[in-house]
C-alpha cells in the first residue's frame, strides 16, 4: 500500500477506480518489483487541501465487445501500471492478469486521475513500452463510495497507418488543395497485439517533416479517420517534405514507414509516349510521366497505337496524344501525375503524327498533322479537344509532319516532307498558317524539311534540312508577326559530321539551337543564334541516332530519343548540357525503351 503524507484530517475512503473492455487476457504471471516511481512533470494543483482519502484501485482485465474497441483497452502485455492525480508524480504498481487492486491516496474534491499500462516492470532495461493510457476526472468525496471509470487508450504500433493523397506532385507557381486520407486497417500495440480495426483509438496528429512554411494541413489533429484532411500548398518552390503522423498521448510515429508519403513540388514534368512493347498493357502504346525530381516514370496511361507525339493543355490537366495507326487523339487525364488514365478518344482522324496546342485569341483547338499517300493527302486539321468538328486547314501535300505554334499563337507552322498532291518531287519545306487571319501563307521550299523550331520571339523559323547521305544544315526564316509572312532563307549552316539530322529545338533563352543526327559522329550538334553558326559537335553515347529533342524548362537538360522505328530499341536518354567538357549523357541514361517523341512541360 502506498499513501500520502500525513494531513490534517485522515478520513478512510473506499473508492474503486475500474478499467475495463480488455481486448485480450493479460499474460504472465504476478507483478514484479516496483522500484522509484517515474517522475513526470508537475501539473495542476490538487483540488482539495482539506484532507486526503485512501482510494482502492481495481483494475480487472475482461473481454472486450465492438462497442468498446473505439475507447478501451489494456493490452495483452500489461504488467505494471503507473497513476498520477492531479499531474503529480505518478505512483508505480505491479499489475497482470487475471487483474490487481491497488490503493493509494486521493485528495477530497475534483481530481484528474492518469493511469498508464507498460509491458513490462518499471525497473527493467531497457524501459518498458507504453502501451495504453487514459485520464478521467471526477470529485472524492467523503463517506461515500466514489467509483472513477477512465477510458483507456491505446498506443498505436509506429508504421500503423497508411496514408494517401490525391496529388503528391504539385506544380512550383500554383497554389494548390489535396486531400489526404488514411488507412488504419488492423491495428497493433507496440507488443504486435490486435488493438482494433478502422479506428484511431486515441488522437492523431499530421505535419511535414521538416517543417515548411508553405505546407501545412487542417485539421492537424482528428481523432475520426473519417474526418476530411486537406494539404493546402502555397506554390513556392521547396525542397520536398514527408507527412508524418503521431499519437498525441505519446509522440508515437505512427505513420507507415515502408512508403513515406512525401509531398514534392516540381517545376515540370516530361511526356513520353512509348511503344506497346514497353507499356504495361502490350495491347496498346502508353504514355508516360517522368519525374525530374525523382528520377523515374510516376505515371503511365494506356493510349492508341502508333503514338507520335504529345501536347498538353494550358491548365496541365490534359495531354494529347496523335495516334498514327489508330488514327485518333488519345486525350489523358493527367491532373494527377500519379494516375494518369485516358479519359477519352477523338476518332476520325487518318495518320495522326503532329499536334500542337492553341488557347490563344479566344480559340481552344488543337491542330494535327497526318500523313498519308497521295489518296487521300495529308492534311493539318483543327480540331477541338473534346471532339467534334474537324476543320481542314491543308490538304495539298504527302506528309505534314508535325503542328509548331509560335508563342504568339498567331502562326503555324507544318514541316511538309514529301511530294505535293500534283506529283511534283522534291518541293517540299514547311508550310505557313496565318491563324488570325485565317490564311494558308502556302510552304516555303526547303529540302526535305525534318522538322523546324520557332524562336521563343517568334521573329525567327529555324528549319532542319536534310538531304540523303549528307550532312544537314539548318537554315533560318525570319517571320514578319502578325501576318506570318516569312522570308527568304539566310544564314545557312551546316552541321559537320551530323548526318540525316532529325531533331531539332531551342535553348529557352533562344540563344542556342540543339541539333541531333539520325547516324554516323557526332550524334548532337549546337549552333548559336547570334552569329548564326555552329558551336560544337559531340559525340554522346557512341553516336546515338536522335530522333526527338525537348529542353528542359529551366534549360539545364535536352531529353532525347533515339532510334526512330525501331520500336524494341528507341530509347529516352538525359543529356546535361551544364556537364564539364559541354553536354553529356546524365549517368544510368538511358532511362526507358521503347520511345518515340519527348516533351517537357510546363
Given at each position: 500500500m502506498w499513501k500520502c503524507a500525513p494531513v490534517k484530517r485522515n478520513l478512510l475512503l473506499s473508492t474503486a477506480l475500474v478499467f475495463g473492455g480488455a481486448l485480450a487476457a493479460c499474460g504472465g504471471g504476478g507483478g514484479s518489483a516496483i522500484g522509484k516511481p517515474p517522475v513526470i512533470a508537475p501539473g495542476a494543483s490538487p483540488a482539495s487541501t482539506l484532507g486526503t482519502a485512501t482510494v482502492?484501485?481495481?483494475?480487472?482485465?475482461?473481454?472486450?465487445?465492438?462497442?468498446?474497441?473505439?475507447?478501451?483497452?489494456?493490452?495483452?502485455?500489461?504488467?505494471?501500471?503507473?497513476?498520477?492525480?492531479?499531474?503529480?508524480?505518478?505512483?508505480?504498481?505491479?499489475?497482470?492478469?487475471?487483474?490487481?487492486?491497488?490503493?493509494?491516496?486521493?485528495?477530497?474534491?475534483?481530481?484528474?486521475?492518469?493511469?498508464?499500462?507498460?509491458?513490462?516492470a518499471l525497473t527493467a532495461s531497457p524501459a518498458p513500452q507504453l502501451i495504453s493510457s487514459g485520464t478521467a476526472t471526477t470529485t472524492i468525496a467523503a463517506n461515500t463510495?466514489?467509483?472513477?471509470?477512465?477510458?483507456?487508450?491505446?498506443?498505436?504500433?509506429?508504421?500503423?497507418?497508411?496514408?494517401?493523397?490525391?496529388?503528391?506532385?504539385?506544380?512550383?507557381?500554383?497554389v494548390a488543395?489535396?486531400?489526404?486520407?488514411?488507412?488504419?486497417?488492423?491495428?497493433?500495440?507496440?507488443?504486435?497485439?490486435?488493438?482494433?480495426?478502422?479506428s484511431l483509438l486515441a488522437p492523431v496528429s499530421f505535419a511535414?517533416?521538416?517543417?515548411?512554411?508553405?505546407?501545412?494541413?487542417?485539421?492537424?489533429?482528428?481523432?475520426?479517420?473519417?474526418?476530411?484532411?486537406?494539404?493546402?500548398?502555397?506554390?513556392?518552390?521547396?525542397?520536398?517534405?514527408?507527412?508524418?503522423a503521431k499519437q498525441t498521448t505519446t509522440g508515437n510515429v505512427v505513420s507507415s514507414t515502408a512508403s513515406p508519403l512525401q509531398i514534392v513540388p516540381h517545376t515540370y514534368f516530361v511526356f513520353v509516349p512509348s511503344y506497346k512493347t514497353g507499356c504495361p498493357n502490350t495491347s496498346s502504346d502508353c504514355l508516360k510521366i517522368w519525374s525530374p525530381v525523382l528520377?523515374?516514370?510516376?505515371?503511365?496511361?494506356?493510349?492508341?497505337?502508333?503514338?507520335?507525339?504529345?501536347?498538353?493543355?494550358?491548365?496541365?490537366?490534359?495531354?494529347?496524344?496523335?495516334?498514327?495507326?489508330?488514327?485518333?487523339?488519345?486525350?489523358?487525364?493527367?491532373?494527377?501525375?500519379?494516375?494518369?488514365?485516358?479519359?477519352?478518344?477523338?476518332?476520325?482522324?487518318?495518320?495522326?503524327?503532329?499536334?500542337?496546342?492553341?488557347?490563344?485569341?479566344?480559340?481552344?483547338?488543337?491542330?494535327?498533322?497526318?500523313?498519308?499517300?497521295?489518296?487521300?493527302?495529308?492534311?493539318?486539321?483543327?480540331?477541338?479537344?473534346?471532339?467534334?468538328?474537324?476543320?481542314?486547314?491543308?490538304?495539298?501535300?504527302?506528309?505534314?509532319?508535325?503542328?509548331?505554334?509560335?508563342?504568339?499563337?498567331?502562326?503555324l507552322f507544318s514541316p511538309v516532307y514529301g511530294q505535293n498532291q500534283n506529283g511534283n518531287g522534291d518541293t517540299t519545306g514547311f508550310d505557313v498558317f496565318d491563324l488570325v487571319g485565317a490564311v494558308d501563307r502556302g510552304y516555303t521550299s526547303n529540302f526535305a524539311t525534318a522538322s523546324v523550331v520557332v524562336a521563343p520571339t517568334g521573329s525567327t523559323v529555324y528549319a532542319l534540312t536534310v538531304a540523303g547521305a549528307t550532312p544537314a544544315f539548318v537554315t533560318a526564316f525570319p517571320v514578319t508577326n502578325p501576318g506570318c509572312s516569312v522570308g527568304a532563307g539566310s544564314g545557312t549552316a551546316q552541321t559537320p559530321g551530323v548526318i540525316n539530322g532529325s531533331g531539332i529545338t531551342i535553348s529557352?533563352?533562344?540563344?542556342?539551337?540543339?541539333?541531333?543526327?539520325?547516324?554516323?559522329?557526332?550524334?548532337?550538334?549546337?549552333?548559336?543564334?547570334?552569329?548564326?553558326?555552329?558551336?560544337?559537335?559531340?559525340?554522346?553515347?557512341?553516336?546515338?541516332?536522335?530522333?526527338?529533342?525537348?529542353?528542359?524548362?529551366?534549360?539545364r537538360y535536352l531529353f532525347t530519343t533515339d532510334n526512330y522505328g525501331a520500336a524494341s530499341t528507341a530509347q529516352f536518354h538525359i543529356i546535361d548540357l551544364q556537364a564539364g567538357g559541354g553536354p553529356a549523357e546524365v549517368p544510368g541514361s538511358p532511362f526507358l525503351s521503347n520511345v518515340n517523341v519527348v516533351r517537357s512541360y510546363p
Open positions: 482502492g484501485v481495481s483494475v480487472r482485465f475482461s473481454s472486450a465487445t465492438a462497442s468498446l474497441r473505439k475507447a478501451q483497452y489494456i493490452g495483452a502485455g500489461t504488467q505494471a501500471i503507473t497513476v498520477a492525480i492531479n499531474g503529480a508524480s505518478p505512483a508505480p504498481f505491479a499489475c497482470a492478469a487475471p487483474g490487481c487492486t491497488v490503493t493509494l491516496a486521493a485528495p477530497l474534491g475534483a481530481d484528474a486521475f492518469t493511469v498508464s499500462a507498460y509491458d513490462g463510495t466514489n467509483a472513477v471509470n477512465v477510458a483507456m487508450g491505446a498506443v498505436i504500433g509506429n508504421g500503423a497507418l497508411t496514408l494517401s493523397v490525391t496529388n503528391r506532385l504539385p506544380l512550383v507557381g500554383a488543395s489535396i486531400a489526404l486520407h488514411l488507412s488504419p486497417g488492423t491495428l497493433t500495440d507496440p507488443d504486435g497485439n490486435t488493438i482494433g480495426t478502422g511535414p517533416s521538416p517543417a515548411s512554411s508553405h505546407i501545412s494541413v487542417s485539421p492537424s489533429t482528428i481523432t475520426d479517420p473519417t474526418t476530411p484532411i486537406t494539404i493546402s500548398y502555397d506554390g513556392a518552390a521547396m525542397a520536398p517534405v514527408t507527412i508524418v528520377n523515374s516514370v510516376v505515371g503511365t496511361a494506356p493510349v492508341g497505337n502508333g503514338s507520335n507525339d504529345v501536347t498538353v493543355n494550358a491548365a496541365l490537366t490534359q495531354a494529347y496524344v496523335p495516334n498514327f495507326t489508330d488514327g485518333t487523339i488519345s486525350v489523358v487525364d493527367i491532373s494527377n501525375k500519379e494516375a494518369p488514365f485516358l479519359a477519352s478518344t477523338i476518332p476520325g482522324l487518318t495518320a495522326a503524327i503532329g499536334i500542337g496546342y492553341d488557347t490563344t485569341h479566344g480559340r481552344n483547338l488543337l491542330y494535327v498533322g497526318s500523313a498519308t499517300s497521295l489518296a487521300p493527302p495529308s492534311r493539318l486539321l483543327a480540331v477541338a479537344p473534346s471532339g467534334g468538328t474537324v476543320l481542314p486547314l491543308e490538304n495539298t501535300h504527302t506528309y505534314l509532319g508535325a503542328a509548331v505554334l509560335d508563342p504568339t499563337g498567331n502562326c529557352r533563352d533562344g540563344t542556342t539551337i540543339y541539333v541531333g543526327g539520325k547516324g554516323g559522329n557526332p550524334a548532337l550538334t549546337t549552333f548559336s543564334t547570334a552569329p548564326f553558326a555552329v558551336m560544337n559537335n559531340y559525340s554522346i553515347g557512341s553516336g546515338l541516332a536522335i530522333y526527338g529533342l525537348t529542353v528542359s524548362p529551366d534549360g
